[in-house]
């Protein structure tokens, strides 16, 4: 059972768009929610981080977006740049382990 | 952000041989840490996780007589592929537990071809 769904499985946005990135997840006790960028042959990084007791962070061009009641969580890049094609994993966090959602791969064109 | 390191991060081995592959957190204590097996283009599978002075949990479908895990310090974990087979190639990531056991950190990956 896919505890965390992520879409879109691809992504293509001209230099300067904005990529949005969506995760739903089912199970209510997750509390912490991680954006990771994975670049090919390396490990996941860490992007940008959100508890449920906010709706909104952001950091730079990265913001994400909670919605607690809907179990919807998002992930935009502003004015994304040909440096932030990657593949991008939202995650949730609970009971000690974090569930990944299945990628997205960001290709942003010059 | 904390540092985690895995070493390999390339390693070719012949089929029957074993491979370690270590895991180390080098500013931060990782109680817990985790193993992940990653194909091409797909997302990251949990394979195991490790807690430091107890036997590994691992996940419903992994062979825990075939992935070795031993998480002798808060430092540093262990994953050890034995008896290796060409199906065993696969790009393996760890990742350990920060700030009271919410943020991960990962490795920078291990690419294991099996020959």
């Known amino acids: 059972q896919q505890q965390v769904k992520q879409s879109p499985q691809s992504l293509i946005v001209q230099k300067g768009g904005i990529s949005i990135i969506n995760c739903a997840y089912e199970n209510t006790a997750f509390d912490y929610f991680p954006w990771y960028q994975q670049f090919p042959g390396k490990g996941p990084a860490l992007l940008i981080a959100?508890?449920?007791?906010?709706s909104e962070k952001k950091e730079g061009r990265f913001t994400i977006s909670f919605n607690k009641s809907a179990k919807q969580f998002s992930l935009h890049i502003m004015d994304s740049q040909p440096g932030d094609s990657a593949t991008y994993f939202c995650?949730?966090?609970?009971?000690?382990?974090?569930?990944f959602g299945k990628g997205t791969m960001l290709l942003v064109s010059p | 952000g904390a540092v985690v390191s895995q070493h390999p991060s390339r390693v070719i081995c012949k089929s029957g041989t074993s491979v370690k592959i270590e895991c180390r957190s080098l500013d931060f204590q990782a109680t817990t840490m985790f193993w992940y097996r990653q194909f091409p283009k797909q997302s990251l599978m949990l394979m195991a996780t490790?807690?430091?002075?107890?036997?590994?949990?691992?996940e419903q479908g992994v062979e825990k007589d075939k992935f070795l895990i031993n998480h002798a310090s808060l430092t540093l974990s262990t994953l050890t592929v034995t008896s290796a087979h060409p199906e065993d190639s696969s790009f393996y990531i760890c990742s350990a537990l920060f700030g009271g056991g919410t943020e991960a950190f990962f490795g920078q990956g291990t690419r294991l071809t099996v020959v």
């Open positions: 490790s807690n430091e002075g107890s036997k590994a949990t691992y």
């Open positions: 959100i508890r449920p007791d906010v």
């Open positions: 995650a949730a966090f609970g009971s000690s382990t974090l569930t």
